[in-house]
């Protein structure tokens, strides 16, 4: 029998989320209708649910239909024409599938993997659970939550099989830069090791201009042959309903021993899905879908930051750069606040739904005093749930408890 931890953070998800009043833990861009879609397409004679009416409700495309495999391709070819054909996708249900699909087809016992961290916890928890060792490759706080490079060249082994990024990444919102994913490539073809890129919160870079010499490429475009990367349109494009998402490799053998897994799981993903979704990502919709998402998310960040600002005495963070999450510590005298109680008091009294890094992100043990907040939900929500965070912090922080002894993470 498999042993697997605990997913602690889909746990609190399922345990808190419906009973919220304020919604502001969702890792999603605030999620779109059928009607947004339309109402985005530059088109107005598109419809996404054009013919589907008379559609028969068969499995569909296994491997996903050629228009939306197409498209996906399309969008990674768009700055190196021909980087990918649509035989190197396979969609997903969600990338929380094709994230497990890959790491169950390519890591088992006596394989050794190395995870960026923190991070998403599947990205870790599943390889050990396959029977591998998994080292964490430490984000520095210190240093914008960067990556260490000649720290990364400790860490491999000679039965390294994987190294696992997250780009950009959830919980700090941090980015690893073109030189760092240059120089990890780098590191990785010495001895042809799978470079792995969980990359579900491209492209909501909200905070680095495109022309920064340092804006992160998709790891696909470096042209390592052993590197593949996950995505979906859950986070960026707010479509979390749909449950589409899909494996990328230029490494046929790759997408060809994740697609034989996969028979053994899901047979196809639904038709409707893929046809909503190809709609979503198409030329005519895309640019419209993802200016509203890059603006909300602009915007909220700059809300959530004025708060952090007025409330420096308790709390601190490293802005976020891109997606739609911040790890925020909050302390009491230099001391974090038990971060646990800290979110279970603020639902249960305000009605507002943070993440507690330690137990979500860090094991129990480190990132104590941090919560992950998500902020690219309706701007209503999240203004009226800092406004309820603030009243919390003047008539029930004092009630939190700090802790004594903390476990630095770095």
């Known amino acids: 029998m498999v042993k697997i931890e605990a997913f602690a953070v889909e746990q609190w998800m399922d345990k808190y989320e419906t009973t919220a009043k304020y919604n502001t833990a969702e890792t999603c861009c605030a999620s779109v209708s059928i009607d947004d879609l339309r109402a985005l397409c530059e088109d107005k004679d598109k419809d996404p649910l054009s013919g589907l009416q008379s559609t028969k409700l068969t499995y569909g495309a296994i491997r996903g239909s050629d228009q939306l495999r197409e498209t996906l391709s399309n969008l990674y070819s768009a700055k190196i024409p021909g980087l990918t054909t649509k035989e190197s996708i396979l969609i997903t249900n969600g990338a929380i599938q094709a ?41 520095n706080e210190a240093k914008d939550w960067q990556l260490d490079l000649e720290e990364l060249k400790t860490l491999i082994r000679p039965n390294t099989k994987m190294i696992i990024i997250n ?17 990890l490539v780098s590191v990785a073809r010495e001895s042809s090791i799978t470079v792995f890129a969980d990359e579900v919160y491209r492209p909501i870079f909200h905070n680095i201009s495109p022309m920064d010499p340092q804006f992160p490429p998709s790891l696909l475009s470096l042209g390592y042959e052993h590197s593949v990367v996950t995505g979906s349109v859950s986070k960026a494009y707010s479509l979390a309903g749909l449950r589409v998402g899909w494996i990328a490799s230029r490494n046929n053998s790759i997408i060809e021993a994740c697609a034989s897994s996969r028979d053994y799981t899901t047979i196809s993903v639904g038709q409707l899905d893929d046809a909503v979704a190809s709609f979503a990502l198409a030329p005519e919709c895309i640019h419209s879908l993802l200016r509203r998402n890059i603006e909300l998310a602009r915007t909220n960040l700059a809300i959530l930051e004025k708060f952090i600002e007025s409330h420096r005495w308790a709390c601190d963070w490293i802005k976020p750069r891109a997606g739609t999450t911040a790890f925020v510590r ?23 739904m943070f993440v507690p890094g330690s137990l979500c992100f860090g094991g129990g043990e480190e990132f104590q005093g941090y919560v992950r907040i998500g902020y690219a939900c309706e701007t209503q929500v999240l203004e009226q749930g800092l406004d309820a965070l603030r009243d919390f912090m003047e008539d029930d922080y004092d009630e939190v408890p700090a802790l004594k002894k903390v476990k630095k993470s770095q």
Not at 339 to 351: A, N, S, Y
């Open 99 to 139: 994230n497990f699909l890959l790491l169950y087809t390519l890591v088992g016992p006596g394989d050794h993997v190395i995870c960026h961290y923190p991070t998403y916890q599947q990205l870790y928890s599943v390889p050990a659970s396959l029977g591998a060792e998994v080292s964490l490759w430490k984000a």
């Open 330 to 352: 909050f302390n009491k005298m230099g001391k974090p606040v038990n971060d646990v109680i800290f979110c279970e008091m603020l639902h249960d009294r305000k009605g507002v």
């Open 167 to 183: 780009n950009p990444q959830n919980p700090t919102g941090a980015i690893i830069s073109r030189e760092t994913l240059q120089g």
